[in-house]
């Protein structure tokens, strides 16, 4: 397996320009997260899914963010307009059914690192 | 509000010299505590996950340890390869499947 795939790896776009980023979890995994890493305060959860389902959004900033997805292999959060605190290391990461797998913990990609200007 | 704490910030040791990194957590109904280990410009990568107080895992030098209010990840003999960021995260049932983090603690071995 490919593992938790990310894109684009490294963003840099001007500030009030929409910025989508894209996450292909592994296949069979139920859940789905994304998280914001700063050096201020480290790893966030933004939202996850279950079943490409919404399950908790609390975390998502304010209304110029939104996540979605479509279908089990692929999901997108969008930031519109962007701002420089935005700036950023954005992590998918996926997960089994819980009641199958508790042992593997949760797999996250590689990140796309997103700088506002 | 989960609470997750990690000390210290940031750990030298010299290589073969052992040490524990520290993770405080204030959680209601804890399913499980997680260690991840994260290199440079990489997503964090999975190490452990306990379940309940007095439970311990191991994996070649490191060993996680959990109790009611704390885990402890022991590093014996460390190699320049362990230098990482460590971190931890709590698994608590008002927050449902997702993963609380720590700030983590960037450990360097040296030579």
């Known amino acids: 397996d490919a593992g938790v795939i990310q894109s684009p790896r490294h963003e840099v776009t001007e500030m009030g320009q929409e910025v989508t980023l894209r996450c292909k979890p592994i296949?069979?995994?139920?859940?789905l997260f994304w998280y914001r890493q700063t050096m201020m305060r480290g790893l966030e959860l933004l939202i996850y899914f279950n079943n490409n389902v919404p399950i908790d959004d609390s975390g998502m900033p304010e209304d110029r963010f939104s996540a979605k997805m479509p279908n089990a292999s692929f999901s997108t959060l969008k930031i519109q307009p962007s701002e420089p605190r935005d700036s950023a290391v954005y992590f998918c990461?996926?997960?089994?059914?819980?009641?199958?797998?508790?042992?593997?913990?949760?797999?996250f990609g590689s990140g796309t690192r997103l700088t506002v200007v | 509000e989960d609470q997750v704490t990690q000390s210290p910030e940031a750990l030298r040791l010299q290589e073969g010299e052992s040490s524990s990194l520290n993770c405080s957590y204030t959680v209601s109904g804890l399913r499980g505590l997680f260690w991840y280990r994260q290199d440079p410009g990489k997503g964090p990568e999975f190490l452990f996950t306990l379940y309940s107080a007095g439970e311990e895992k191991e994996k070649e030098r490191l060993k996680a340890t959990l109790t009611k209010k704390e885990s402890f990840l022991h590093i014996t003999a460390p190699k320049p390869e362990d230098s990482a960021t460590y971190l931890c995260a709590v698994q608590a049932a008002p927050s449902g499947y997702a993963l609380n983090f720590g700030k983590g603690t960037s450990l360097l071995v040296t030579p």
């Open positions: 296949s069979g995994h139920d859940y």
């Open positions: 990461a996926s997960s089994p059914s819980q009641s199958i797998d508790r042992e593997n913990g949760y797999t």
